[in-house]
């Protein structure tokens, strides 16, 4: 099993609020990703970092932005919570020297903006 | 615009069956394709992946099919078990821009095993 970690797991916020979503992979991976994903539904990508100091917008357009400090910590910011970012954010991270990168996925983590 | 999307959106199966879940994608140029397992409340596991220069790829009790004519993927589960039940994404890989390979993911299948 992978060893990727999404916390918090849940999160009920109210509008206007500031929010961070933290990722954190034990893997050593360099390449890691953000996906927003609706229930029963297809994951969009928002977000991706080919590694430290790298950030890259995904093919989903989203307000909220990335930093990649650390090679294991890949945290998401939403400055102004809407309740049309009422979703589920998951974190993945693949290898980069793999010609088939497979993307682990952390747990996810339930964000209901009120 | 390139697309991967699934045939099926819901598929009941009796325990101790076998399950075909099937894909469609749209873009040539995939050269990797992933199926993932999403549990209620859980990130999407890897299940098993296929290179587009194969046809057949087995696993544990899955096996992997690849029609390159028509653009086409299949996942096969082997007696399914009431712990297979579970939305199943197939996901399409291609060189894009940078070195991070993207994934574009189809809509997901529900599989449910029925007693």
Redesign the interface.
């Known amino acids: 099993e992978a060893d990727i970690y999404q916390t918090p797991r849940y999160l009920v916020i109210g509008t206007g609020k500031k929010i961070t979503l933290e990722c954190s992979q034990t893997m050593g991976h360099d390449k890691m990703y953000w996906y927003q994903q609706d229930p029963g539904m297809e994951l969009h990508l928002i977000h991706y970092s080919y590694g430290v100091n790298s950030t890259e917008k995904g093919d989903l357009s989203s307000e909220s932005t990335v930093s990649r400090i650390r090679t294991e910590h890949f945290p998401l910011t939403l400055e102004s919570a809407r309740p049309s970012h009422t979703s589920q954010y998951l974190c993945a991270s693949s290898e980069s020297y793999r010609i088939q990168e497979t993307q682990y996925f952390g747990p996810g983590t339930r964000l209901l903006v009120l | 615009g390139e697309s991967v999307g699934l045939h099926l959106p819901t598929l009941s199966v009796q325990e101790g069956d076998n399950s075909i879940i099937n894909c469609a994608y749209s873009n040539s140029a995939s050269d990797?394709f992933?199926w993932?397992k999403q549990e209620s409340?859980?990130?999407?596991?890897?299940i098993i992946?296929i290179?587009s220069n194969m046809d057949k790829r087995q696993g544990q009790r899955v096996t992997v099919l690849l029609n390159k004519t028509v653009k086409h993927l299949s996942l096969q589960i082997a007696a399914t078990q009431p712990g297979d039940s579970a939305?199943y994404?197939c996901?399409e890989?291609r060189i894009s821009s940078?070195?991070?390979?993207?994934?574009?993911?189809?809509?997901?299948t529900?599989l449910t095993v029925l007693p």
């Open positions: 990797y992933i993932y409340g859980k990130g999407p596991q890897f992946d290179r939305v994404f996901a890989t940078g070195s991070a390979r993207q994934l574009t993911f189809g809509s997901g529900q």
